[in-house]
């Protein structure tokens, strides 16, 4: 909100400096430009440092996918993703959705900043079972994030030998 403020005060100072151009000489209009430049260089900057764009210490990225085996009998329908007990993700899978993670694909469920050091990881996978029963999995694991490093972590669910519950793997991608 304060960033879209901020960008229509700077648009309105920019036509205002527009209309008084008529009255200035081309090395006004020179020196006047050049500081639009750097006036625009370093809202640029900003915007970077306030969306997490910039090179802060301590602030790296994560992003964590979902991908199921063809063969997996659990229906999945929702998860439910914590980082550190904070809920960050709740997407749901609808049937083209379903098809598409059934077909070999990946679902991008989470993109964001994560401080270096060791955090919690937990997901809550909600569906259906193969006995057409409401069935909720959840799985915790541990996740360190090294500096300067871009996590991406796959959680894959598969069917498990022994148990009516899918087999729920987490491996971090380099």
Not at 52 to 59: E, F, P, T
Not at 86 to 104: D, I, M, N, Y
Not at 128 to 145: F, H, I, N, P, V
Request: glycine share 10%; net charge positive; with cysteine.
């Amino acid at each position: 909100m304060k960033i879209g403020l901020f960008t229509l005060v700077f648009c309105y100072c920019i036509a205002g400096g527009i209309v008084s151009a008529a009255d200035r000489t081309p090395q006004e209009l020179d020196a006047a430009l050049q500081q639009v430049k750097r006036d625009m260089l370093g809202l640029d900057e900003k915007i970077r440092l306030l969306t997490g764009g910039g090179n802060q210490a301590g602030l790296e990225t994560v992003s964590v996918y979902v991908s199921v085996d063809e063969e997996l009998s659990f229906r999945l329908e929702k998860i439910r993703l914590k980082l550190d007990g904070k809920t960050v993700s709740e997407p749901a899978f609808h049937r083209t959705q379903w098809q598409a993670l059934k077909q070999g694909g990946a679902a991008n469920i989470h993109s964001g900043i994560l401080m270096q050091g060791k955090h919690r990881l937990e997901a809550v996978f909600i569906g259906t079972g193969k006995d057409g029963k409401r069935a909720e999995y959840r799985e915790q694991w541990s996740l360190t994030q090294s500096p300067g490093r871009h996590s991406m972590v796959e959680l894959r669910l598969g069917n498990a030998t022994f148990s009516q519950a899918p087999s729920i793997n987490m491996q971090v991608v380099d």
